[in-house]
């Protein structure tokens, strides 16, 4: 049988007929595949005694067809189970890393989560102090004051309402991330805490040269809501009304549906896009344009009044015909 005139072939099936020799060996089959893997067939002589002809060595070249086709097929699949072997050992490895990190995350997480509390606590009894004075300073208090100095006095305690804000952010984002969110609801008139929001950013609001104003159906709307929860969530989305809008008008308004509570907060800024409402109550989202009018801002204020909502069982969303058409930010509160 002859695979050629490869003179490496010819000598290596010398080389192994020869050490067949005087075995009882009749005929040997050289068989190499594809893949270079080699073997033999070893023959011996006919029970019959007769010599292998023609017919016999071409039944034995089909044989040495297959056969090599099966060593092939043997090698692939030991190299595919070897493959196989390693690679789940990488991933063994890998999904080990990944676990001794994640857990590292979530160790570094909770020390984040802690030391946003930790410091949102230290900060927040000072800076309710230096609020406090300076709002006895401006209702003079203690006496007149150089309407030069009052306006300065004005924008810090503007300033400190937003520092204090940006507090119970952190505050609030450390509650939500420890499970520790909880509200507590008495019966309180949404009518007089948005006349409070109102004059407490009317300075922020005249500063940008624009109209802040509040419009209500009822001159009492009482629900069972917690006071500070439902403030924070307000002068959020009145905060943001006013930071990017350039011009026009803010509208805080409040509408008595009966069983139902709505807040509107429209504004003559910058407007949304569709796609950008889906995304807009994620932890860390802004518009895509807020930052050319507003740099400030941690992306966190729109995701706790969501949450903050969430745990009232009413509902919050925004509205907007388009870019440069203004928005519409709205909750809906249950009055028990």
């Given at each position: 049988l002859?695979?050629g005139?490869?003179?490496?072939?010819?000598?290596?099936v010398?080389?192994?007929?020869?050490?067949?020799?005087?075995?009882?060996?009749?005929?040997?089959?050289?068989?190499?595949?594809?893949?270079?893997?080699?073997?033999?067939?070893?023959?011996?002589?006919?029970?019959s005694?007769?010599v292998?002809?023609?017919?016999?060595?071409?039944?034995?070249?089909?044989?040495?067809?297959?056969?090599?086709?099966?060593l092939?097929?043997?090698?692939?699949?030991?190299e595919?189970?070897d493959?196989?072997?390693?690679?789940?050992?990488?991933?063994?490895?890998?999904?080990?890393?990944?676990?001794?990190?994640?857990?590292?995350?979530?160790?570094?997480?909770?020390?984040?989560?802690?030391?946003?509390?930790?410091?949102?606590?230290?900060l927040?009894?000072?800076?309710?102090?230096?609020?406090?004075?300076?709002?006895?300073?401006?209702?003079?208090?203690?006496?007149?004051?150089?309407?030069?100095?009052n306006?300065?006095?004005?924008?810090?305690?503007?300033?400190?309402?937003r520092l204090i804000?940006?507090?119970?952010?952190?505050?609030?984002?450390?509650?939500?991330?420890?499970?520790r969110?909880?509200?507590?609801?008495?019966?309180?008139?949404?009518v007089?805490?948005?006349?409070?929001i109102?004059?407490?950013?009317?300075?922020?609001?005249?500063?940008?040269k624009?109209?802040?104003?509040?419009e209500?159906?009822?001159?009492?709307?009482?629900?069972?809501?917690?006071?500070?929860?439902i403030?924070d969530?307000?002068?959020?989305?009145?905060?943001?009304?006013?930071?990017?809008?350039?011009a026009?008008?803010?509208?805080?308004?409040?509408?008595?549906?009966?069983?139902?509570v709505?807040?509107?907060v429209?504004?003559?800024g910058?407007?949304?896009?569709?796609?950008?409402?889906?995304?807009?109550f994620n932890?860390?989202?802004?518009?895509?344009?807020?930052f050319?009018?507003?740099?400030d801002?941690?992306?966190?204020g729109?995701y706790?009044a969501?949450?903050?909502?969430?745990?009232?069982?009413?509902?919050?969303?925004?509205?907007?015909?388009?870019?440069?058409?203004?928005?519409?930010?709205w909750?809906?509160?249950?009055?028990?």
């Open positions: 002859d695979e005139n490869d003179g490496v072939y010819q000598r290596w010398a080389k192994i007929v020869n050490e067949l020799e005087g075995r009882g060996v009749a005929l040997v089959v050289p068989v190499i595949s594809r893949r270079h893997e080699k073997a033999f067939i070893l023959i011996g002589d006919k029970y005694g007769d292998f002809d023609n017919q016999d060595v071409n039944l034995f070249e089909l044989i040495k067809t297959q056969l090599a086709s099966a092939d097929k043997s090698k692939l699949y030991a595919a189970q493959f196989n072997a390693q690679l789940k050992k990488k991933i063994n490895d890998a999904t080990k890393e990944l676990r001794q990190a994640n857990a590292r995350l979530r160790e570094l997480d909770k020390a984040k989560t802690l030391f946003l509390s930790v410091a949102s606590h230290q927040r009894t000072p800076l309710s102090g230096i609020k406090g004075f300076l709002s006895m300073v401006l209702e003079k208090d203690f006496g007149t004051v150089p309407p030069q100095i306006t300065v006095l004005a924008e810090v305690y503007a300033n400190t309402n804000r940006l507090v119970n952010t952190f505050l609030n984002v450390s509650r939500i991330e420890a499970g969110l909880s509200i507590m609801k008495r019966e309180e008139d949404l007089l805490m948005s006349k409070k109102i004059d407490e950013l009317q300075f922020v609001a005249k500063d940008k624009l109209e802040l104003r509040l209500t159906n009822k001159d009492v709307i009482l629900a069972e809501i917690d006071a500070d929860k403030e969530v307000l002068i959020n989305l009145v905060d943001n009304a006013i930071k990017y809008t350039v026009g008008q803010v509208v805080l308004r409040l509408i008595d549906h009966g069983a139902i709505r807040a509107e429209v504004d003559t910058q407007g949304l896009e569709a796609k950008e409402i889906k995304l807009l932890k860390f989202v802004r518009g895509t344009r807020s050319a009018v507003h740099t801002g941690s992306g966190l729109l706790i969501k949450r903050l909502v969430d745990l009232h069982g009413g509902k919050i969303g925004v509205d907007s015909p388009g870019i440069g058409k203004g928005c519409m930010f909750i809906e509160l249950p009055k028990k």
